[in-house]
């Protein structure tokens, strides 16, 4: 017989294991899943153009070494050192990681490093690296073409171009700050990204041109001198003076510019811009300040001049632009086009005279991604499985047919080899951190490359429950509880409502971790109840879904998530006088809505950048949803929070980094003042000199913030 003391630590063994179990600290909660609890993951992963070998970077006792993947054969081996690069460039360790290289073609890459630009060529199975050009470290938006190798980029307000034999000059070269060229405009809506469109064969650079010295200046304060210096910066808001774009083409050959003949407002939106395949044209999608009204024009790239409309959209509340045209490769006269025109987001196959040939997808999901197009197929992600997952699928563009090339449950990540033949995927779900593997698109065999693992499996981790409530209108919403990690339910529990619920966000997706954010499991292990929900007017549900907010921001969301608080009070074991709330951004407007236009719901709110009178918010956002307060005096009113102060209940955290140029800081300064005004408490915290968020390290100083204000007055 074994001694008792034996038997007891053989029947306790498994408690004791579970006893030591951690809990988060706030910094692994904050930024955990980037630091210390990082997934494992493979590194600046690429295909080398023309082949189907995907090259990726590997760390190795001797260093960073770059790796070849060849396909079919899975043949791996190590094509290039870290030490190697040193050698060729540096002969000592200037670079202390491998440089992210990008490909120019199969036999030749760059890098650059203080914006000095290395060219690397491979001569028989070796790779020589030498120094190639050199620009200010002053240049921003930098463009290298690859067919001529000149590098295009801005400094300050001004476009420049450097040839490969490093000789620099001007394309633009204006002496007003309130001129702009080369740079995103329409504060980057309408998937804007960039201001410089090169053609095909880089004998011609169009780029946006804009001119805000009409727009009102506002002054944003640099804490960090004494004294404090402000800078200004231009910001449209909704109703008022916008700025006035238009598209410059400069001809590299004659060093003459041409400016796009586009007839409109000055203050139209710009989008779109592409290139046609020979360079002779260029399209621009044409959209009216009311945002309802899309022109799809082609301009002569020579002459300026308009040569037709290929189509138009109109819709009664607006249209929504994201993405450029792409050609379908060895064809001139055909191209994908973008569409939310049948209430989903869907692609469509078009000709330069402007007829539609067909309807590449559709159904009642979206297009999340184009991924790559060859002659006969088009690779996509999409919703198609479940709003909750991105999903990888191609079409035929001859039928339309579709055929699935991901099953797996979860998030995918992809990209394709350049004949579309093989593509990586990088996945997670709920339960599986991250799997890479190399797919097969003809065989639809697979090989995985890495799983990663679960670097939380020692951490004491809540349950997660997936749910799903209904509109009031039926419509069906996701959200997650997730649960105190020490979950009795013979208690009585306090509750955080997390939440955004604005366009172009989703929360609640099937991926890693499952709770989908590492601060609502450090909360759970602190004895909360945490809750999220997406309701309409967020992301990847339809048009309908989305503009259901129309002109009455805050209204319809509230709705949704009040379905959300009905559904937690109905849980025998969550306190319903201690229920917190909490949001950034837009999240923070619907913080701070529930606060005073449904006070008493919830007993504290912690609001971070918060809108808080959309007339004060940019002209582009504001006005695609709710029109201009001259259209909509009532939607404005209805959502303006700053006149409501008088109407809080409980306690409310406001939160605003000094230097936010999205949510300009008056938002919040404003309430305050009003809160005097009115005698009404409202708390306030600053982070100097951060933006809309605040990131890095100071980041774990706010979540703090925010844990404390809870554990204060709610806990």
């Not at 200004?232 to 808001?237: A, L, N, S, V």
């Not at 197929?377 to 991901?406: G, R």
């Amino acid at each position: 017989m074994k001694p008792i003391s034996t038997l007891l630590l053989a029947f306790l063994f498994p408690f004791i294991l579970l006893a030591q179990k951690k809990n988060f600290t706030i910094a692994e909660a904050t930024n955990g899943l980037s630091t210390n609890l990082a997934l494992q993951n493979l590194r600046q992963v690429s295909w080398q153009p023309g082949t189907a070998n995907l090259f990726h970077v590997v760390k190795t006792t001797n260093g960073d070494a770059w790796v070849r993947i060849q396909m079919p054969s899975k043949q791996t081996d190590t094509v290039l050192s870290l030490k190697e690069i040193n050698n060729d460039l540096f002969r000592k360790d200037s670079l202390k990681s491998f440089p992210n290289l990008q490909w120019i073609s199969a036999n030749e890459v760059y890098f650059s490093w203080k914006n000095c630009f290395f060219l690397g060529m491979k001569a028989d199975r070796n790779w020589n690296f030498m120094p190639w050009i050199q620009i200010s470290l002053d240049a921003e938006n930098i463009h290298l073409d690859l067919a001529t190798k000149n590098i295009i980029y801005t400094i300050n307000n001004n476009l420049f171009i450097t040839s490969k034999d490093n000789i620099t000059y001007n394309i633009s070269d204006l002496q007003d700050p309130n001129i702009i060229c080369g740079k995103a405009v329409h504060r980057n809506e309408f998937g804007i990204e960039d201001g410089i469109f090169i053609n095909p064969n880089c004998t011609k650079i169009a780029y946006y041109k804009m001119d805000q010295s009409m727009v009102a200046d506002y002054p944003i304060v640099d804490w960090s001198v004494v004294p404090a210096k402000a800078s200004t910066i231009k910001y449209p808001m909704a109703g008022a003076t916008s700025h006035e774009v238009s598209i410059p083409v400069f001809d590299i050959k004659t060093q003459k510019t041409t400016v796009l003949q586009i007839d409109g407002p000055a203050d139209q939106y710009l989008t779109c811009v592409t290139w046609k395949p020979d360079g002779t044209a260029i399209y621009v999608g044409v959209l009216n300040r009311a945002q309802n009204h899309l022109k799809l024009n082609e301009y002569n790239a020579t002459t300026g001049a308009f040569v037709k409309t290929l189509f138009e959209e109109k819709n009664d509340k607006y249209v929504e632009p994201q993405h450029e045209l792409t050609f379908v490769p060895g064809k001139q006269n055909e191209f994908i086009w973008w569409s939310q025109r049948d209430g989903y987001m869907h692609l469509y196959l078009y000709n330069t005279d402007g007829k539609l040939i067909r309807q590449l997808t559709k159904g009642n999901w979206v297009v999340n991604e184009l991924i790559s197009i060859t002659n006969d197929k088009l690779f996509f992600t999409s919703s198609k499985k479940s709003p909750l997952e991105k999903q990888f699928s191609v079409v035929q563009l001859k039928n339309a047919q579709i055929k699935d090339l991901t099953n797996a449950s979860g998030t995918h990540t992809v990209s394709m080899n350049h004949d579309g033949t093989y593509f990586y995927d990088l996945y997670s779900n709920d339960t599986i951190p991250r799997i890479a593997y190399l797919g097969n698109v003809l065989s639809g065999k697979s090989d995985t490359l890495l799983k990663a693992k679960n670097t939380l499996v020692d951490y004491n981790r809540p349950i997660v429950n997936a749910i799903s409530l209904k509109a009031a209108d039926g419509t069906l919403l996701y959200g997650k509880i997730i649960l105190p990690t020490d979950f009795d339910s013979s208690k009585k529990y306090p509750v955080i409502v997390y939440l955004y619920n604005g366009p172009h966000i989703q929360i609640i997706k099937n991926s890693f971790p499952a709770s989908g954010n590492l601060w609502y499991e450090y909360m759970a292990q602190k004895g909360y109840i945490v809750f999220t929900m997406d309701g309409r007017g967020s992301s990847n549900r339809g048009l309908q879904f989305e503009q259901a907010v129309y002109r009455k921001l805050g209204t319809v969301e509230m709705e949704d998530q009040l379905q959300g608080v009905a559904y937690l009070k109905s849980l025998a074991y969550v306190d319903t006088n201690r229920m917190g709330i909490h949001g950034w951004s837009f999240g923070g407007f619907m913080t701070t809505s529930f606060m005073l236009r449904n006070p008493g719901v919830f007993k504290v709110g912690v609001a971070g950048g918060p809108v808080l009178d959309w007339s004060m918010y940019e002209v582009m956002y504001g006005e695609r949803y709710m029109d201009t307060p001259q259209e909509n005096p009532e939607g404005y009113a209805s959502s303006k929070l700053i006149d409501k102060v008088k109407q809080l209940k409980g306690k409310l955290l406001l939160i605003h980094g000094t230097s936010d140029d999205v949510v300009v800081m008056q938002h919040s300064i404003n309430a305050i003042k009003k809160s005097v005004e009115e005698g009404v408490q409202i708390d306030y915290f600053v982070y100097p000199n951060h933006l809309h968020n605040v990131r890095g390290k100071d980041r774990i100083h706010l979540m703090q913030k925010i844990t404390d204000y809870f554990d204060t007055y709610l806990k």
